[in-house]
T-cell receptor, first 111, second 112 residues
């Protein structure tokens, strides 16, 4: 079983739609959680951190459920510029921390 | 504002050749990482280093070696390149709080 699993998509939705991505992680010792965005042939960049209390940044809302080992990202009022691959990321702290990426969910927004 | 710098950006190797991918960060970060990304897939961790002088294997370390030369630099070496190592390689670094990983622009490697 992969350490971080995501629905690969692709999701193809019209502009203005609301879209949700899910992610599950296998290691209950995981301590930090993030969503990254990756544009085609570019390096990943941090979109937002994910907290148990949930957090919102404009049109983006992220949620963490530690009991179910589940992370979500909600994008409201989607824009053409939101088209990208969204990567779920988990950090495991030990004597040497690891940052584990999911395989990514591809989102395409159509006019 | 260099951040994380990777060299080279592109490389074509013949099977069996060796090469070293260079990575340097100027943010005084402790942890550094090497990932590979194959078409349509996420990033898979090859090796990581929590501090100068320490390295650990990730998910896909076979066929690679790394060296954490100092706090700034973390290199990845392919001793005998194989076509299966054709990929995009990303280097990343984080500080102790692990609030954000910063990436280099990637090295696009083709092994023929």
């Amino acid at each position: 079983r992969k350490e971080v699993e995501q629905d690969p998509g692709p999701f193809n939705v019209p502009e203005g739609a609301t879209v949700a991505f899910n992610c599950t992680y296998s290691n209950s010792a995981s301590q930090s959680f993030f969503w990254y965005r990756q544009d085609c042939r570019k390096e990943p960049k941090l979109l937002m951190s994910v907290y148990s209390s949930g957090n919102e940044d404009g049109r983006f809302t992220a949620q963490l459920n530690r009991a179910s080992q589940y992370i979500s990202l909600l994008i409201r009022d989607s824009k053409l510029s939101d088209s990208a691959t969204y990567l779920c990321v988990v950090t495991e702290y030990s004597s040497a921390s690891k940052i584990i990426f999911g395989s990514g969910t591809r989102l395409s927004i159509r006019p | 504002n260099a951040g994380v710098t990777q060299t080279p950006k592109f490389q074509v190797l013949k099977t069996g050749q060796s090469m070293t991918l260079q990575c340097a960060q100027d943010m005084n970060h402790n942890s550094m990482y090497w990932y590979r990304q194959d078409p349509g897939m996420g990033l898979r961790l090859i090796y990581y280093s929590a501090s100068e002088g320490t390295t650990d294997k990730g998910e896909v370390p076979n066929g690679y070696n790394v060296s954490r030369l100092n706090k700034r630099e973390f290199s990845l070496r392919l001793e005998s390149a194989a076509p299966s190592q054709t990929s995009v390689y990303f280097c990343a670094s984080t500080d102790r709080s692990y609030t954000e990983a910063f990436f280099g622009q990637g090295t696009r490697l083709t092994v023929v």
